[in-house]
């Protein structure tokens, strides 16, 4: 169901990015989370929101594709989380949940005293951890 | 089952027409939902069997439905409501999506796709109009399912473009394999075929004669004749249209990375249909973006196409370029696996890895040392570098090849004495995947002399190369000029500049291979820009240099200093300056070790205030208003020996506050002087700047400067004051004086026609004795009309007379004013003086200090009161005391008068008396008195009161004083001294 996780540091460079197709399109899912930058650009940079979504953390769905969908998360320090997946049909509540999970296992990779911040996320545990929320997210699916 | 079918066509067909009729009765609503039922039917038709055979029933449903589509969503459209058109436009396309059909006529499928989404996307851009502003307040709210994006027909045409593109694969593919049933059974392509009158249909039109008749196609026919259809048809340059427009307004809309996904598959167009130019340029700009954002992976995309087009335009030094830029770049995997190359997704490149990384890199290190490379798309293309067109890479600063190679240059001192060695550290850093052996290093400074190489001393061709062109360059050689992958290479060697000024290294050239090299702009470690790419990377932080100190503040410049000065230059001022001479500065040039050859030497004058700026003082106080306080008034050759030459050529250009001078040749033992004449307009402080330039040697062009700078205090001389005063014992009475309350003003009242006293006073409130020459008071006006008559009568001779420091000075004038007026200006005094000094050529006229004296106020007098009395008395003999008032009006004056008691005195005549004066006349008061005590006494109190004028006068203490001898005194002297002991005595 989870197609992809992305984590972008906030100068739009990719700090953490994996695939769980299993298939051969790592390359298409660089392409799609690059793309969805923009529309995160355009949210956070768009005076017309209103403040309640403004100082939420959670941006939504940002990009349909044909196949795959979007959604965007944004932390404090301007990291951005991103996830497609290629169910067309997500309730909101989960996608909230499933940011609030990933977000927390983003904050404890990078509390790591050897981590330095604004570097790549190589972290085996972080992706360890990463990969069973994604499980989670949608257990049957991987299992 | 039939019947069924037939019932459905029907009501297919019986909704349609409602839904149109609708339309012409402009019910938009009922049309719109007859179309929706229509729409619904068709649907359900999907599956149902007809009398065409499959191939062609799925043709002809899919235009029945884009058909009923298009009706839909123009209708929706128009009518405002976009969000539902695009539910509309989803339910349609994922209705549809899977319905691909045989693998023979799956590109019709695409083709249709496509032509989907450009209808929605024309439709939509014509109705953008209709578009509600609110729509983008709530996209990706849970109200909202729709997002930025998909309001903007720019995206329909991309994913329009993408299905074109599909369906381009497709076709390639089924005419590479060519081995279709249909093409097998078939074979041929009909002739005459043509739509039908039935919507999605088409049938053949056979000729019998006169009769035209209309056939019903086979299912390999029609394929056969899709196929034949497709291939008339440029795919590309529709692709490339549709993503060119969605490109634009992307970038229109600030989403600069949708735009560029957009050029990227423009580029992959163009790289497919080989034009291999428009390719490269769309794909340079698109790495542009990749490489600032950090996308690997995007990036090796772009670049392995970048790759071949350079085989296939033949440039050697793009493939170069963009191999070696690849080969550095690191690899963005979280513990991927290795997927097999798929060459449709991930381009010619291939996936990023690292065995990728070694490969391009030894294919590159191949080609360098002249192998060919030959391409990996068309077998026939191939690139070499030969000796005749030799490669050379330049790096910079913002170059992403920095990741190739970087050069840090480090200097271990920040100046340097000309002629003495310096330590260079050069740190050369590759992220190449592998160890990588550099021939030759050649470093250039902006001081060519500099230069150097060095070589590697396993290396023999630089060794046979060094004997034939470099002759004159300084060779070095290393051991081996190895770099390992991100580890730095450090060489130290000294550098010995003549040149002062400023040595910088200017780049780092790497030879590899007969005719490659690649040319590193220098980096001074202190401001390394961290490298792209590695920055985000885990890595081990590595310093340039050993040292810490160097890596955080090294430079690539160092200044080499000015060879010393082996010249004196001495500057003196014995005292401070006064205001008002020309103040002379004696300046000495003697050289010790180094000839002086085209001197040239800078006088500056800055006010001391200014903290050392070299301002003028014109900019530091705004009040001269263009007058210097302080002024360079010449600079003259000082020792009288060629007196001639003084101001002549030899000054080249004098300013207020500036001055420069050429200085003769002079040799060792020579010696030169000038003195610099300055003026004070004003007390300041002046710090004087003298600057010698000079070159040691007539030969070259290297200068040395000395500086010196001395501070002078400017101070004021001669302070003046004056007082006026009246005769001794005559007392004018001045109505105006009388009414003006005391201390009310402080002006000056003269009397008409009387004699006054003005006593001058200079004092000398410098720190030098001076001496003064002249004192006189100089009338403003014409001589012949002078208003009134000014004499020196008094006062010390003025003849060279000595001022010591805090010493007076006093002149004393009569005044006598002719001419009644409220505002007589008197002149000013003239002060001529000069130093208490010998020197041996100051014979000059001294220095004129001017100070005005103020306006008077002169009036007529109406009375005069003198008193007159001996000047001396003796004990017990009577003497006569005389108060005189002459009037001196035209009027009869009454005045009245009394004369007090006192116990030194008795006196006969009236205490109390009063009387008349005729005009013009004197009247006389006369008293004889008695002296009863001795000593110095003071006579009964007078007081004079003019009726008329409500004014008295009581004259002064020392006025109506007088010294009693007790008996008549006897002088034993010569006749000259008795008159100045008598003088003593009095005071």
Same mark, same amino acid.
């Given at each position: 169901m989870i197609a992809c996780v992305a984590v972008v540091g906030h100068q739009n460079n990719p700090l953490y990015l994996q695939s769980f197709t299993g298939a051969d399109d790592a390359l298409k899912l660089h392409h799609i989370v690059h793309c969805s930058l923009d529309v995160i650009d355009e949210r956070v940079n768009n005076p017309k929101r209103s403040v309640i979504t403004l100082n939420e953390s959670y941006l939504g769905l940002l990009y349909p594709t044909e196949s795959y969908k979007v959604y965007g998360y944004l932390s404090n320090t301007k990291v951005k989380f991103l996830v497609v997946t290629t169910d067309l049909d997500v309730k909101d509540t989960d996608i909230r949940s499933f940011f609030r999970r990933f977000h927390a296992a983003y904050v404890d990779a990078v509390s790591n005293p050897f981590h330095v911040p604004g570097k790549k996320i190589i972290s085996r545990i972080f992706a360890a951890r990463v990969s069973g929320i994604v499980k989670a997210f949608a257990p049957g699916t991987y299992g | 089952m039939i019947l069924h079918t037939m019932i459905q066509i029907l009501a297919l067909l019986w909704h349609q027409i409602v839904a149109v009729f609708a339309e012409f009765r402009r019910d938009w609503a009922e049309a719109l939902r007859f179309y929706e039922e229509a729409y619904r039917a068709l649907r359900e038709m999907i599956a149902t069997s007809t009398r065409l055979p499959p191939v062609q029933r799925l043709v002809e449903i899919r235009a029945v439905a884009e058909q009923l589509f298009f009706k839909i969503s123009t209708l929706l459209l128009h009518g405002g409501k976009v969000e539902e058109a695009i539910a509309w436009f989803n339910r349609h396309f994922n209705s549809y999506k899977h319905l691909v059909g045989l693998d023979e006529v799956s590109f019709l499928h695409w083709d249709w796709l496509s032509r989907q989404f450009l209808v929605f996307a024309e439709l939509l851009e014509t109705s953008s109009a209709a578009i509600p502003n609110t729509l983008s307040s709530h996209f990706g709210t849970p109200e909202s399912s729709l997002t930025e994006w998909e309001i903007q027909p720019a995206y329909y045409y991309q994913l329009a473009a993408n299905y074109l593109r599909e369906k381009r694969y497709c076709l390639d593919n089924l005419l590479s394999t060519g081995d279709s049933e249909f093409s097998r059974t078939s074979g041929k392509v009909p002739e005459s075929v043509m739509p039908s009158v039935f919507i999605g249909q088409s049938a053949r039109l056979v000729e019998q004669g006169d009769m035209i008749e209309v056939l019903p196609l086979s299912d390999a026919e029609y394929v056969q004749?899709?196929?034949?259809?497709?291939?008339?048809?440029?795919?590309?340059?529709?692709?490339?249209?549709?993503?060119?427009?969605?490109?634009?307004?992307?970038?229109?809309?600030?989403?600069?990375?949708?735009?560029?996904?957009?050029?990227?598959?423009?580029?992959?167009?163009?790289?497919?249909?080989?034009?291999?130019?428009?390719?490269?340029?769309?794909?340079?700009?698109?790495? @542009?973006?990749?490489?600032?954002?950090?996308?690997?992976?995007?990036?090796?995309?772009?670049?392995?196409?970048?790759?071949?087009?350079?085989?296939?335009?033949?440039?050697?030094?793009?493939?170069?370029?963009?191999?070696?830029?690849?080969?550095?770049?690191? $690899?963005?995997?979280?513990?991927? #696996?290795?997927?097999?190359?798929?060459?449709?997704?991930?381009?010619?490149?291939?996936?990023?890895?690292?065995?990728?990384?070694?490969?391009?890199? !030894?294919?590159?290190?191949?080609?360098?040392?002249?192998?060919?490379?030959? @391409?990996?798309?068309?077998?026939?293309? @191939?690139?070499?570098?030969?000796?005749?067109?030799?490669?050379?890479?330049?790096?910079?600063?913002?170059?992403?090849?920095?990741?190739?190679?970087?050069?840090?240059?480090?200097?271990?001192?920040?100046?340097?004495?000309?002629?003495?060695?310096?330590?260079?550290? +050069?740190?050369?850093?590759?992220?190449?995947?592998?160890?990588?052996?550099?021939? /030759?290093?050649?470093? /250039?400074?902006? #001081?060519?002399?500099?230069?150097?190489?060095?070589?590697?001393?396993?290396?023999?061709?630089?060794?046979?190369?060094?004997?034939?062109?470099?002759?004159?360059?300084?060779?070095?050689?290393?051991?081996?000029?190895?770099?390992?992958?991100?580890?730095?290479?450090?060489?130290?060697?000294?550098?010995?500049?003549?040149?002062?000024?400023? +040595?910088?290294?200017?780049?780092?050239?790497?030879?590899?291979?007969?005719?490659?090299?690649?040319?590193?702009?220098?980096?001074?470690?202190?401001?390394?820009?961290?490298?792209?790419?590695?920055?985000?990377?885990?890595?081990?932080?590595?310093?340039?240099?050993?040292?810490?100190?160097?890596?955080? @503040?090294?430079?690539?410049?160092?200044?080499?200093? /000015?060879?010393?000065?082996?010249?004196?230059?001495?500057?003196?001022?014995?005292?401070?300056?006064?205001?008002?001479?020309?103040?002379?500065?004696?300046?000495?040039?003697?050289?010790?070790?180094?000839?002086?050859?085209?001197?040239?030497?800078?006088?500056?004058?800055?006010?001391?205030?200014?903290?050392?700026?070299?301002?003028?003082?014109?900019?530091?106080?705004?009040?001269?208003?263009?007058?210097?306080?302080?002024?360079?008034?010449?600079?003259?050759?000082?020792?009288?020996?060629?007196?001639?030459?003084?101001? !002549?050529?030899?000054?080249?250009?004098?300013?207020?506050?500036?001055?420069?001078?050429?200085?003769?040749?002079?040799?060792?033992?020579?010696?030169?002087?000038?003195?610099?004449? $300055?003026?004070?307009?004003?007390?300041?402080?002046?710090?004087?700047?003298?600057?010698?330039?000079?070159?040691?040697? !007539?030969?070259?062009?290297?200068?040395?400067?000395?500086?010196?700078?001395?501070?002078?205090e400017g101070k004021i001389p001669i302070s003046i004051t004056h007082t006026f005063m009246m005769p001794f014992r005559r007392e004018p009475l001045l109505l105006s004086k009388v009414k003006s309350l005391p201390g009310a003003d402080q002006n000056v009242y003269l009397p008409l026609n009387e004699t006054s006293i003005l006593i001058v006073t200079a004092r000398n409130s410098s720190e030098v004795p001076l001496r003064v020459k002249s004192m006189m008071i100089q009338s403003n006006s014409n001589k012949n009309e002078t208003p009134y008559s000014i004499q020196h009568v008094g006062g010390v001779s003025a003849d060279d007379s000595l001022l010591v420091p805090g010493g007076e000075f006093k002149g004393v004038f009569s005044v006598r004013p002719k001419i009644d007026s409220p505002n007589l200006e008197l002149g000013s005094v003239c002060l001529n003086w000069n130093r208490d000094l010998t020197l041996s050529d100051s014979e000059d006229s001294g220095v004129m200090t001017e100070q005005k004296l103020p306006a008077v106020i002169v009036e007529q007098s109406p009375l005069v009161v003198s008193l007159e009395f001996p000047p001396h008395a003796i004990l017990g003999i009577p003497f006569l005391f005389y108060i005189k008032v002459s009037n001196q009006t035209n009027l009869l004056q009454e005045i009245k008068y009394s004369l007090g008691d006192t116990q030194s005195f008795v006196f006969c005549g009236p205490h109390d008396n009063a009387g008349f004066i005729l005009p013009k006349m004197e009247y006389v008061m006369s008293y004889k008195l008695v002296p009863l005590c001795s000593g110095s006494q003071q006579l009964p109190q007078a007081t004079i009161t003019s009726l008329r004028y409500s004014a008295a006068l009581n004259p002064s203490v020392t006025a109506t004083t007088i010294f009693v001898y007790p008996s008549e005194p006897n002088f034993f002297v010569a006749d000259n001294e008795k008159e100045t002991i008598l003088a003593k005595l009095n005071l």
């Open positions: - | 004749y899709a196929l034949s259809e497709a291939q008339r048809f440029q795919d590309s340059y529709e692709i490339i249209a549709l993503f060119r427009k969605a490109c634009e307004s992307f970038t229109n809309l600030k989403a600069p990375r949708l735009a560029s996904l957009c050029s990227n598959r423009m580029a992959k167009e163009y790289f497919f249909t080989e034009d291999f130019t428009d390719a490269k340029k769309l794909f340079d700009t698109v790495s @542009s973006l990749y490489r600032q954002e950090g996308w690997v992976t995007l990036l090796w995309e772009s670049l392995g196409y970048l790759q071949e087009c350079s085989i296939r335009l033949d440039s050697a030094k793009d493939f170069i370029e963009y191999s070696l830029e690849m080969a550095s770049l690191p $690899i963005f995997a979280n513990g991927d #696996q290795e997927i097999p190359d798929s060459k449709r997704e991930y381009g010619p490149a291939g996936l990023p890895s690292q065995s990728r990384r070694e490969a391009l890199q !030894s294919e590159v290190l191949s080609l360098v040392r002249g192998e060919e490379i030959v @391409s990996r798309t068309d077998r026939g293309c @191939s690139i070499a570098v030969t000796k005749e067109q030799p490669v050379r890479i330049d790096v910079d600063i913002i170059s992403p090849l920095r990741m190739v190679l970087l050069v840090s240059v480090a200097f271990h001192d920040q100046s340097v004495k000309p002629g003495s060695p310096v330590m260079i550290t +050069l740190s050369l850093v590759s992220q190449l995947p592998c160890s990588i052996e550099v021939d /030759e290093l050649e470093i /250039e400074f902006n #001081q060519p002399k500099c230069n150097f190489i060095i070589i590697n001393a396993v290396e023999e061709i630089s060794a046979a190369r060094s004997n034939g062109d470099n002759q004159d360059v300084r060779i070095e050689t290393a051991p081996s000029i190895v770099l390992p992958t991100n580890k730095w290479l450090r060489l130290t060697y000294d550098v010995k500049s003549d040149q002062s000024g400023k +040595l910088e290294c200017l780049s780092v050239t790497a030879r590899i291979g007969k005719s490659f090299k690649i040319c590193c702009q220098a980096e001074s470690p202190a401001s390394m820009e961290d490298l792209p790419f590695w920055k985000f990377e885990g890595m081990v932080q590595t310093f340039p240099t050993k040292d810490p100190v160097l890596s955080f @503040s090294g430079q690539k410049v160092i200044q080499v200093e /000015e060879p010393d000065p082996e010249v004196d230059l001495i500057l003196n001022a014995s005292s401070p300056a006064l205001v008002g001479e020309s103040f002379v500065v004696p300046l000495t040039v003697i050289p010790r070790g180094h000839e002086v050859y085209s001197g040239e030497l800078k006088i500056n004058l800055v006010d001391a205030r200014g903290g050392g700026l070299l301002m003028s003082p014109r900019e530091t106080d705004p009040f001269s208003s263009g007058n210097h306080h302080v002024e360079l008034i010449s600079i003259s050759r000082m020792g009288g020996d060629d007196e001639s030459r003084i101001h !002549s050529d030899k000054i080249k250009k004098i300013q207020q506050s500036f001055g420069v001078v050429s200085v003769p040749d002079l040799r060792v033992g020579d010696k030169w002087s000038c003195k610099l004449e $300055i003026k004070w307009h004003k007390p300041k402080s002046v710090m004087l700047y003298a600057s010698l330039g000079y070159s040691p040697n !007539s030969a070259e062009a290297a200068r040395v400067n000395v500086h010196r700078s001395l501070q002078i």
